[in-house]
């Protein structure tokens, strides 16, 4: 049991919160100095489900089912519906134990794999363990394969298509490799969600292939002809140069699409004149069940939008883009509650007046990432206050800083702090010089937002390649960023019996250089020396808000308001008793 209570906490994000109100209330029926409640294990396995609905992170429906003997097996389904692997050494323990557990293995219903290797690494190793594992998954509904190449055991599709009944929606990465024209995965029916995601050796291998690829004439077969009910759809990047001259997407109709996300890919080349609607607007207003949309200039023109009919994407609520494509939203869907700017902007005198003036006319308005790129040295106190004071009604925020030192996170946290009802803060951004550790970083978001209930702050080089690849959604998620990193922390807010912030649970990582250097003895010539490679070394931790205050003198130097006032008391009573003394003296 405690191995695969290990497993499981290492698969998940090891921050605790406390939830008062139903600690509370569950524990009623305890005597006086009592932990854990005696009758909670007595209560149906359904009911203790139910409780366990209303937790928000994993972390806590975890110490819910540890909390009494008898309560995990009871609340397995709740502590394992949602599986996400982030390196190849827990996808590895992990995969075993749930081949070796069937019990617990039926109760994933989303399973994401995602770790980082070469081709020959260990891919074959984790397709083949999932190819195993998949008659023992009855009820997952969702597979997310995100690694750096495709699964080299290609049977692993297969198994997932034959084993899994409930299996709906799929997903897989692109690398050096790609899938051939016979590849399993070319075989579903009746998907409601697919994805795609383009990793780096794909564009090392296959960006400037101007001739079409039998995979990809197998994969949009696949999901025109084969999937008729597809709900969801998210492809990044620029997957091939397309020979047609409109795309195949552009020509699909799926009445019940709900959630749209594509990438820098070129659905219209031909040039067409006025009153000639482009065939991916025609595709637009054929799918008024359309809830988000994230698209880029490549695939729609920013000057396109003008032509939509009046009326149409009526459930339009979440959109990513850029700023230009926000601009022809906004007036035509004031009832957007989630934006995501992905395209970076370039800071100049006039953007902050100019993005301030488009966040402003979305009313309803309750979630917001912006990228940004400072090319020179730039004071964006200015910048992001405009945007906070367009925006008083955000809950998730997330900033991207690129290039160059932007603002310290202190400056960042006093102005977040006029958003009164913000749960969610992330920011990345380039380390300024006199920026404090990223523990002390913590304490001064964690002082100065009460309100927060999560926040991350992640560290990255100026010279990191743009754009910096972001998901679909605005997720509040903690875990292993989604690209390269200096530093990153993930921070939860614990609160006392009033609701008051008293602690903070914080999980660091640090990405450290290492060399392989070969054998003592051996000569390499200095340009043959293998490349750096970089190891996360993680760090979890706990600290108060509110330490034990100093008394007598030691409040003097205390770093903290009433250090401030007793110093200002000590000057005055100094300055009085001099007085006294040269007047009487």
Same mark, same amino acid.
């Given at each position: 049991?405690?191995? %695969?209570?290990?497993?499981?906490?290492?698969?998940?994000? /090891?921050?605790?919160?406390?939830?008062?109100? @139903?600690? +509370?209330?569950?524990?009623? $029926?305890?005597?006086?100095?009592?932990? +854990?409640?005696?009758?909670?294990?007595?209560?149906?396995?359904?009911? %203790?489900?139910?409780?366990?609905?209303?937790?928000?992170?994993?972390?806590?429906?975890?110490?819910?089912?540890?909390?009494?003997?008898?309560?995990?097996? !009871?609340?397995?389904?709740?502590?394992?519906?949602?599986?996400?692997?982030?390196?190849? #050494?827990?996808?590895?323990?992990?995969?075993?134990?749930?081949?070796?557990?069937?019990?617990?293995?039926?109760?994933?219903?989303?399973? =994401?794999?995602?770790?980082?290797?070469? *081709?020959?690494?260990?891919?074959?190793?984790?397709?083949?363990?999932?190819?195993?594992?998949?008659?023992?998954?009855?009820?997952?509904?969702?597979?997310?394969?995100?690694?750096?190449?495709?699964?080299?055991?290609?049977?692993?599709?297969?198994?997932?298509?034959?084993?899994?009944?409930?299996?709906?929606?799929?997903? =897989?990465?692109?690398?050096?490799?790609?899938?051939?024209?016979?590849?399993?995965?070319?075989?579903?029916?009746?998907?409601?969600?697919?994805?795609?995601?383009?990793?780096?050796?794909?564009?090392?291998? /296959?960006?400037?292939?101007?001739?079409?690829?039998?995979?990809?004439?197998?994969?949009?077969?696949?999901?025109?002809?084969?999937?008729?009910?597809?709900?969801?759809?998210?492809?990044?990047?620029? *997957?091939?140069?397309?020979?047609?001259?409109?795309?195949?997407?552009?020509?699909?109709?799926?009445?019940?699409?709900?959630?749209?996300?594509?990438?820098?890919?070129?659905?219209?080349?031909?040039?067409?004149?006025?009153?000639?609607?482009?065939?991916?607007?025609?595709?637009?207003?054929?799918?008024?069940?359309?809830?988000?949309?994230? =698209?880029?200039?490549?695939?729609?023109?920013?000057?396109?939008?003008?032509?939509?009919?009046?009326?149409?994407?009526?459930?339009?609520?979440?959109?990513?883009?850029?700023?230009?494509?926000?601009?022809?939203?906004?007036?035509?869907?004031?009832?957007?509650?989630?934006?995501?700017?992905?395209?970076?902007?370039?800071?100049?005198? =006039?953007?902050?007046?100019?993005?301030?003036?488009?966040?402003?006319?979305?009313?309803?308005?309750?979630?917001?990432?912006?990228?940004?790129?400072?090319?020179?040295?730039?004071?964006?106190?200015? @910048?992001?206050?405009?945007?906070?004071?367009?925006?008083?009604?955000?809950?998730?925020? #997330?900033?991207?800083?690129?290039?160059?030192?932007?603002?310290?996170?202190? +400056?960042?946290?006093?102005?977040?702090?006029? @958003?009164?009802?913000?749960?969610?803060?992330?920011?990345?951004?380039?380390?300024?010089?006199?920026?404090?550790?990223?523990?002390?970083?913590?304490?001064?978001?964690?002082?100065?937002?009460?309100?927060?209930?999560?926040?991350?702050?992640?560290?990255?080089?100026?010279?990191?390649?743009?754009?910096?690849?972001?998901?679909?959604?605005?997720?509040?998620?903690?875990?292993?960023?989604?690209?390269?990193?200096?530093?990153?922390?993930?921070?939860?807010?614990? $609160?006392?019996?009033?609701?008051?912030?008293? !602690?903070?649970?914080?999980?660091?990582?640090?990405?450290?250089?290492?060399?392989?250097?070969?054998?003592?003895?051996?000569?390499? *010539?200095?340009?043959?020396?293998?490349?750096?490679?970089?190891?996360?070394?993680?760090?979890?931790?706990?600290?108060?808000?509110?330490?034990?205050?100093?008394?007598?003198?030691?409040?003097?130097?205390?770093?903290?308001?009433?250090?401030?006032?007793?110093?200002?008391?000590?000057?005055?009573? !100094?300055?009085?008793?001099?007085?006294?003394?040269?007047?009487?003296?």
């Amino acid at each position: 049991m405690k191995m %695969l209570l290990a497993d499981n906490c290492e698969a998940m994000n /090891h921050c605790v919160r406390s939830n008062t109100c @139903l600690w +509370t209330h569950l524990s009623r $029926t305890n005597g006086p100095g009592t932990d +854990t409640p005696r009758s909670l294990a007595t209560l149906p396995a359904d009911v %203790l489900f139910e409780v366990s609905r209303y937790l928000d992170l994993k972390a806590d429906i975890l110490n819910f089912a540890l909390a009494g003997n008898g309560l995990l097996f !009871s609340l397995l389904p709740a502590v394992y519906n949602d599986v996400c692997l982030d390196s190849l #050494e827990q996808c590895e323990a992990t995969l075993s134990m749930l081949n070796r557990e069937p019990s617990i293995a039926r109760h994933i219903q989303k399973l =994401t794999v995602r770790f980082t290797s070469s *081709p020959h690494s260990g891919g074959f190793l984790i397709s083949d363990l999932l190819r195993t594992l998949a008659p023992k998954l009855d009820a997952l509904h969702t597979f997310i394969w995100d690694a750096e190449e495709i699964p080299q055991c290609d049977d692993m599709w297969f198994a997932l298509r034959m084993s899994c009944p409930r299996l709906h929606t799929i997903g =897989t990465s692109y690398g050096a490799k790609l899938p051939d024209s016979h590849s399993t995965l070319f075989q579903f029916k009746n998907l409601r969600g697919f994805r795609l995601a383009l990793k780096p050796p794909f564009y090392d291998n /296959h960006s400037d292939s101007l001739q079409e690829l039998p995979s990809e004439s197998r994969l949009w077969d696949m999901l025109i002809r084969r999937c008729p009910n597809l709900e969801e759809l998210h492809i990044s990047g620029a *997957p091939f140069l397309p020979v047609s001259v409109v795309h195949p997407l552009c020509y699909a109709r799926w009445p019940r699409l709900r959630s749209l996300s594509l990438g820098d890919i070129v659905l219209d080349w031909q040039p067409r004149g006025g009153g000639v609607k482009p065939p991916f607007i025609a595709f637009l207003e054929a799918h008024p069940r359309l809830q988000m949309l994230r =698209t880029s200039r490549a695939a729609l023109s920013p000057a396109l939008l003008t032509s939509l009919d009046h009326g149409a994407l009526p459930n339009l609520k979440r959109f990513a883009g850029s700023l230009e494509h926000l601009q022809g939203l906004a007036q035509l869907y004031p009832q957007i509650t989630s934006v995501a700017i992905d395209e970076p902007l370039v800071i100049r005198d =006039t953007t902050p007046l100019l993005a301030a003036g488009v966040l402003q006319g979305l009313h309803c308005l309750t979630e917001l990432r912006v990228a940004f790129v400072f090319q020179a040295a730039y004071e964006c106190g200015r @910048l992001v206050r405009s945007i906070v004071n367009a925006c008083p009604r955000l809950t998730k925020l #997330e900033l991207i800083c690129a290039r160059r030192p932007s603002f310290t996170v202190d +400056t960042l946290a006093k102005i977040v702090s006029a @958003l009164p009802r913000l749960r969610h803060l992330r920011v990345t951004m380039v380390r300024a010089r006199n920026e404090q550790s990223l523990r002390e970083c913590a304490a001064v978001v964690a002082r100065s937002n009460p309100q927060l209930r999560t926040f991350c702050i992640t560290f990255i080089s100026p010279s990191l390649p743009l754009p910096i690849p972001l998901n679909a959604d605005i997720s509040v998620n903690g875990g292993e960023p989604g690209h390269p990193y200096l530093e990153s922390g993930n921070y939860v807010l614990q $609160t006392d019996e009033y609701g008051l912030p008293s !602690s903070v649970v914080g999980t660091e990582r640090r990405r450290l250089h290492s060399c392989s250097l070969p054998p003592f003895g051996i000569t390499m *010539p200095l340009p043959t020396l293998p490349p750096k490679t970089y190891t996360t070394k993680k760090y979890r931790y706990r600290f108060d808000l509110h330490p034990k205050s100093k008394k007598g003198l030691g409040l003097i130097f205390e770093k903290s308001v009433a250090g401030e006032e007793m110093r200002v008391l000590v000057l005055m009573l !100094s300055l009085g008793g001099a007085a006294l003394w040269v007047f009487f003296g």
